[in-house]
């Protein structure tokens, strides 16, 4: 038996036994006494008198003494009962309840759905899609046409990049120039300050430093400034870099370090500023810097300058160690 319902039934038995007279007490069983108190507990008393005419018909020379333990229970009942069971329920808790049912289960669904969308869903992704004139020097020197794109989403501790580009010109009807690449980047939080970054690249490049490369990266990110006008984070790890440096040769495997530097400033409402450079050191020596002003003109329409360096200390024998790209043209975001 529970300790709580023994408290409950020790207690008006206590009462009864101090009120009854002694011959009383003798004339009624503990079993019929303990029925009868048992009886006026439960269900306020409903059954206390269908339990006493039992009772009586089994002991009828405790008729009278039945009868006087019964309306002994009945005042019991009718005291007024203690003030701590009124206070058990706290009326905090009451409002933390309805607070909580105040969020519906089809509300917590659609901020689920909201917060994670499937990965190759195109909701939760931002993009933009450019196109440039540009004007090239180093191993080619002509005007050209570019055209490039970026998808960027970031999803909780997860942050997907994935950019690319194509850059053609044609002198005469001759094609002399033809660039493209494709790239991803992704970026996990370990904190506020410190998160794991993996880099796949791929480039092809008729006439430039090398023919095709394949970049791989693994490394830490370090968070240095990241407020509402100015944001650098600063990266390092291992890298591996497959390049072909002339056509009908095979890739060449490269085993080096990187270091990169991305700033970012944001001028105005209207206006920002990036620039990220990357350090390849080690069996090849590689030096990539991008730099871009994107000013907005109307709503997702923007004007972009950008400026990039490529300096390869290994380019081969007849080709130049620097190729340098000046962008202008316009941006689309989405």
């Not at 759905?113 to 020097?137: A, I």
């Amino acid at each position: 038996m529970p300790n709580t319902f023994k408290r409950t039934v020790i207690a008006p038995l206590a009462a009864c036994l101090l009120t009854l007279p002694a011959a009383a007490q003798g004339l009624i069983s503990p079993d019929i006494m303990n029925l009868l108190i048992v009886a006026s507990e439960q269900k306020n008393g409903i059954n206390l008198d269908l339990v006493a005419q039992m009772a009586i018909s089994a002991n009828p020379a405790a008729t009278k003494e039945i009868q006087a333990l019964v309306d002994n229970l009945r005042q019991n009942q009718a005291a007024p009962k203690s003030a701590p069971v009124v206070e058990a329920i706290p009326v905090v808790e009451t409002e933390t309840v309805v607070e909580a049912a105040a969020v519906s289960p089809a509300t917590k669904t659609a901020e689920v759905v909201t917060d994670q969308p499937g990965y190759f869903s195109w909701y939760g992704w931002d993009g933009e899609v450019e196109l440039n004139y540009l004007r090239s020097s180093g191993n080619t020197s002509q005007q050209s046409l570019g055209f490039g794109g970026k998808l960027k989403r970031d999803a909780d501790k997860f942050h997907h990049l994935i950019t690319s580009f194509l850059d053609l010109n044609k002198n005469t009807g001759v094609t002399d120039k033809q660039k493209w690449g494709l790239a991803y980047k992704l970026d996990y939080d370990f904190s506020e300050k410190l998160y794991l970054t993996g880099f796949a690249g791929y480039e092809n490049d008729q006439f430039g430093a090398f023919r095709e490369r394949i970049t791989t990266s693994l490394g830490i990110g370090y968070p240095i400034i990241k407020n509402d006008s100015y944001s650098w984070k600063i990266e390092a790890g291992p890298s591996i870099l497959f390049t072909k440096e002339l056509p009908g040769q095979a890739y060449v495997t490269s085993i080096n370090a990187f270091a990169s530097s991305i700033f970012g400033w944001t001028i105005n409402e209207r206006s920002e500023f990036t620039n990220t450079t990357i350090f390849y050191f080690g069996e090849k020596n590689v030096v990539e810097s991008k730099s871009a002003l994107k000013v907005k003109i109307n709503g997702a329409l923007s004007s972009k300058f950008s400026y990039d360096i490529l300096y390869d200390r290994d380019a081969p024998l007849g080709r130049k160690k620097t190729d340098t790209v000046a962008r202008a043209g316009l941006l689309y975001d989405f």
